[in-house]
Structures are given as structure tokens and as C-alpha cells.
């Protein structure tokens, strides 16, 4: 009788999650909520160029493991910026589309390089090393793209009406509930962008492995191209923003308000904040002294600046948070430690990405295919567990993606080791390698951005009134200095553990380096193994500390 009543009670039980999930987060969405929603579109489409970028690197340019990692921090870098510019925000409130425009502008000079360098690569070649111009434009995209996500950021505070089309106030509570979605919304636009670009990416580089060399580079090329579209968006973006304002002030216009009162009323602060002369000034000084670091090659460059910049960030944690009161501290530190540590664990790098195009045969369709199934499933998996996001701590959640993504790891680890051919010979061929991938891929690919929302939601809803941007780009600021961190532990694990590909001048077709991926095997256990043993022991001092989570 159990089980009948199990039974039958099944569709019932499937349709109220399907309701509660994601039926519900549709009928939460505003209309206001579109503009923030369209530049992390935008910033989700970037990862169009992705594996025609990974598969230019390794085809056209020398550059080694450890290179692309430390390029990897010199990219990561530009996120800290966003403690001076979310500031600047707040100052020029008013004013702060300009910021996307500029990010646009950034952001289009990049693609227009890898154009040139794909279409013209000898005239190109004429000014500068190819090698150079590359790095050039890997550094130009992530800078154009802070300054539009600092203004997003802002603008989702700003997203979240305080009063109802009739004018009716909203209870602290269901603004509280309001940035929950607002935030998952956002997490939304970046994984359905990279959903879209995944698609394209499955068309566009159907059968490339067998092109010649030159179809190759027009391929590549229009993958570029079509790119252009990502500032567009963007832009669009800040224009519907314009829109929306204008029609509420004329809304309330029409009730009877005066436009002091309207202001009021929409929590809006015509007067700007005090300037926090800590901020800008060390803002600017962490600007020169990088940039002199970087230009003059010092030794050591990227620790120093890392150490810098961690230290600036904290010190202005400490003047946001002095006025908390010693329960919000603790939740403040405790959730922003968690959210660190799990993402400055060390990644394996590009050399695991070699080894599966060179050993396991893994050409641009698949590679598109695996993004694509990876961008579907976090999309779905931002449903599925946003329930659990809403009811559980921090610890919990960061303890649970702990776990699964070490366990999720071992596929990886075991193929290299020849699980693919055992399994590929007790199944007929089967479960291959490629098979092996696809449902690792399956299984992890919602792991990174979940960790992300209840933090970003949290931000959202505790930052002061005239400080939105601000408290929201320094406590960012930290949590995005942990991809540096993983980008400095990437670099050193690769210096322990050397992996190369094969590279082949590209005019004589000699091999000027050829392919070890003798030590690859010990790098991915030892990257497992730290990626869990660090994140649960910050877990267990949480637990047994006076620190807490959100």
C-alpha cells in the first residue's frame, strides 16, 4: 500500500518541483531585473572564444604551461581593481554607463587583435611578435569586462524595486528573497550565454579537425568575428537601464510626486558618498606599482603583487566592517574565508587540456560538445539545487562541492592511468575515453557557480545604502583574489611537475619541443588531494571557531 501510495503520489511531488524550482524563479522575475541581467550576458558569451583560443595556443604559439598560468594571474589581476572602480560607481552614480562603454570599447580592441592576428598575421608580425599581441589582448578583454561587471554588480542593488508600480513599500523580507533571485538570475545570464556560444561552437567547428591549415584559420576566424556581439549586448543593456528609469519617473510623475520625492521614494542617492580617499589612493597605488612591477621584470613579480593586493583588500575590509556589530564580523570573515579557499585551489592547467587533444584525441567538435554539455547542465543545475543554496550555510555547501568535485576528479586521475582502455575493452568500445568524459562532464559541470549566488546574495542584501558598489567590489575584490591565488599555485605546481606538447614551427614544420606528459599523473593527484584537504579543514574551523557562515 506504501509503495502504491508512493506511487501515485509521484507526479504530484514532481510538478510542485518543477513549480517551486523553476516555474517560481520565472514568476519572480521583473522586468527591472534586464539590465544587470544583459551584461552578465554578455560577460557569459566571452567564452565563445575559448577552445578556438586554447586550440590557437597550442597550433600557433610556443608559450609554455607555466607562461599561460602566470598570463593566467596577469589576467586574473584586473578583478582587484574592483574595490577603486566600485567606488567611482558610487561617485559617479549618475554616470555610471560610461564605465560600460569604456568596458565595450576594451573588450571589442581585443577581438579586433586575435582578428588581426588570425586574417593578417603578417602584418601583425611587422610590429610585434605574435606571442606579444596575444598577450595583449588576453589582458585588454578581462579589464573591459571588470569595469562593465563592476556596474552590473551596482546595478543589481539597484535592480531590486523598493516600492511596487502603485507605490506600495516591499518588506525587508521579500527584498530579501528578491536579491536571492536577482543573483541566481545573474548566474543564469552567464550560463545561458555560454549555453548559446556552446552551440555555436558544436556548429562552427564541426569536422575543423580535418581542415587544412588555412580553413582552420578562417574558422577560427569567424568565431572571432561573430565575438563582436559581446560589447554589443552590453551596451544594449545600459540603453534598456535608460528606458526603465525614464518610465518609472513617469510613472510616479503621473501620481503626483515631484522628483525629490520620486527619488525618495526609489531609494535613489542624487547626493554622492563621501570619497574614500583610502580606497581611490590605494587603488591608484596598487595601479602604478603592478604596472612598474610587471613593465620592469622583477623577480618574484606576481608574488608581490598578489601580497599587495591582498593586503590592500583587507585593510579595507577592516574600515567597511568596524561599525559591524562582533556576530556580522564573524559571519562576514567566516563566509568570505570559505568562498577563498575553495576557489584558490590550484587547477592542473593547460597541460591536462594538451594531453587530452594529443592522447586521448579529443579534436574542437568535442571539445565544443563537452563545453556544451557543461553549460546545459550548470544551467540545470542552478535549479535544481537552488533550494539547497537558500537553506543551507555556506560551510554545508562548500563542504558538499568539496567532496563531490574530489570524487568527481577521480575519472580524470584513473584515464590517465588507462581506466579508457579497460573499460573501452570490456564494453566493445563503449565506454571509451570520450564516454568517460562526457559523463564526468555531466556530473561536475554544476559544481563552480553554486558556491557563488548565496555569497553574492548575501552581499547584495547587507550593502549600505550609499555604499553599493563599494561594499560589493571590495568584498568581490577578495573572493576574486583567490582565482590569482589558484593562478600562483597553478604556475608553482607546474614548475614541480613539467608537462609540454609538441610544438612545430609553423612555417618548416620542425619540432622545436616535443611532448612529456610523463609527470602529468602525479600533478592531477596532487591537485585533487589539495583541493580537498584545504577547503575542509577552513570547513572545520568554522565549525569549532567563533567564525560563521552565511
Known amino acids: 500500500m506504501d509503495i502504491w501510495f ?114 593578417h598575421d603578417e602584418a601583425m608580425r611587422e610590429f610585434a611578435p605574435l606571442a606579444q599581441w596575444y598577450v595583449l589582448a588576453s589582458l585588454l578583454a578581462p579589464l573591459g569586462y571588470v569595469l562593465q561587471d563592476v556596474v552590473a554588480d551596482a546595478m543589481t542593488v539597484e535592480a531590486v524595486p523598493r516600492v511596487e508600480p502603485d507605490g506600495r513599500l ?70 534598456l537601464a535608460g528606458w526603465l528609469k525614464w518610465r518609472e519617473l513617469k510613472r510616479h510623475a503621473a501620481r503626483g ?33 603592478s604596472l612598474g612591477v610587471g613593465l620592469v621584470q622583477v623577480s618574484y613579480a606576481e608574488e608581490i603583487i598578489f601580497c599587495l593586493s591582498m593586503a590592500i583588500v583587507l585593510f579595507l575590509i577592516r574600515q567597511l566592517t568596524a561599525e559591524l556589530e562582533n556576530d556580522a564580523r564573524n559571519v562576514l570573515v567566516g563566509t568570505a574565508l570559505l568562498v577563498f579557499v575553495f576557489r ?39 535549479f535544481i539545487f537552488r533550494r539547497f543554496m537558500a537553506e543551507r550555510s555556506m560551510a554545508y555547501v562548500i563542504g558538499t562541492l568539496t567532496i563531490a568535485g574530489t570524487v568527481l576528479s577521480l575519472p580524470v586521475i584513473s584515464m590517465y592511468f588507462g581506466l579508457h582502455e579497460w573499460t573501452s575493452a570490456h564494453t566493445g568500445g563503449v565506454v571509451d575515453a570520450r564516454f568517460i568524459a562526457v559523463i564526468d562532464t555531466a556530473l561536475e559541470s554544476p559544481l563552480g557557480q553554486i558556491s557563488m549566488i548565496p555569497m553574492l546574495a548575501w552581499i547584495a542584501n547587507s550593502a549600505p545604502e550609499k555604499l553599493k558598489a563599494t561594499f560589493f567590489a571590495v568584498m568581490a575584490s577578495f573572493t576574486n583574489l583567490a582565482l590569482s591565488a589558484s593562478q600562483l599555485a597553478t604556475k608553482y605546481i607546474n614548475q614541480v611537475f613539467t608537462v609540454t606538447r609538441e610544438v612545430k614551427d609553423t612555417k618548416t614544420g620542425e619540432i622545436l619541443d616535443s611532448a612529456d606528459y610523463s609527470e602529468l599523473g602525479t600533478l592531477l593527484i596532487t591537485v585533487s588531494v589539495l583541493g580537498f584537504v584545504l577547503p575542509m579543514l577552513v570547513v572545520i574551523m568554522i565549525r569549532y571557531t567563533r567564525l560563521r557562515s552565511a
Open 6 to 119: 508512493a506511487v501515485t503520489r509521484l507526479p504530484v511531488t514532481v510538478v510542485r518541483w518543477i513549480d517551486v524550482n523553476l516555474l517560481a524563479l520565472g514568476r519572480e522575475m521583473r522586468f527591472s531585473y534586464l539590465p544587470p541581467l544583459m551584461v552578465y550576458l554578455a560577460a557569459g558569451i566571452s567564452s565563445l572564444t575559448g577552445i578556438v583560443g586554447t586550440f590557437y595556443v597550442k597550433e600557433r604559439l610556443g608559450l609554455s604551461a607555466e607562461f599561460l598560468a602566470a598570463l593566467g594571474f596577469w589576467m586574473a589581476l584586473p578583478w582587484a581593481l574592483k574595490m577603486p572602480l566600485g567606488h567611482l560607481v558610487d561617485l559617479m552614480w549618475r554616470w555610471k554607463s560610461l564605465l560600460v562603454y569604456l568596458g565595450a570599447g576594451l573588450i571589442a580592441t581585443s577581438l579586433l587583435i586575435m582578428i588581426g592576428l588570425l586574417g
Open 170 to 239: 516591499i518588506g525587508l523580507e521579500e527584498r530579501k528573497q528578491m536579491h536571492i533571485t536577482m543573483q541566481t538570475l545573474g548566474r543564469v545570464a552567464i550560463i545561458g550565454g555560454g549555453v548559446l556560444v556552446a552551440v555555436a561552437n558544436v556548429v562552427l567547428m564541426k569536422d575543423v579537425a580535418s581542415f587544412s591549415d588555412a580553413d582552420k584559420t578562417a574558422a577560427y576566424l569567424t568565431v572571432y568575428q561573430l565575438a563582436l556581439v559581446i560589447p554589443f549586448v552590453s551596451v544594449c543593456g545600459i540603453w
Open 257 to 289: 510626486l515631484d522628483r525629490n520625492e520620486i527619488d525618495i521614494l526609489l531609494g535613489v542617492h542624487n547626493d554622492a558618498p563621501p570619497v574614500n580617499w583610502w580606497i581611490l589612493g590605494g587603488g591608484l597605488a596598487f595601479t602604478v606599482v
Open 344 to 382: 584558490a585551489m590550484p587547477a592542473p592547467g593547460a597541460g591536462s587540456t594538451w594531453w587530452m587533444i594529443d592522447e586521448l584525441g579529443f579534436d574542437q567538435q568535442f571539445m565544443a560538445t563537452l563545453s556544451l554539455i557543461g553549460s546545459v547542465l550548470t544551467l540545470a543545475g542552478m
